[in-house]
């Protein structure tokens, strides 16, 4: 009985971009939630501070309030 193995390159590259693709795909997608939030906090530093409490908030707190989903606040 003979056994014949052998590495398929071809699998090899396949997994290797795949691999590629979704880093690029994940580095992607977080420069533009970066991008997003920093509009957010941007728009946020623009209002007057009257505006900012009747929206609840104060300066020190625009970034907390942007990433809150991030600092679990």
């Known amino acids: 009985m003979a056994y014949i193995t052998g590495n398929n390159r071809n699998d090899d590259l396949q997994s290797w971009a795949r691999g590629l693709r979704a880093r690029i795909a994940s580095g992607f997608s977080a ?7 920093t509009g957010q906090m941007r728009a946020l530093y623009r209002l007057s501070d009257a505006e900012l409490a009747e929206r609840g908030l104060t300066r020190d707190q625009i970034p907390l309030h942007v990433f809150r989903d991030r600092f679990g606040y």
């Open 31 to 37: 420069y533009i939630e970066r991008r997003a939030r």
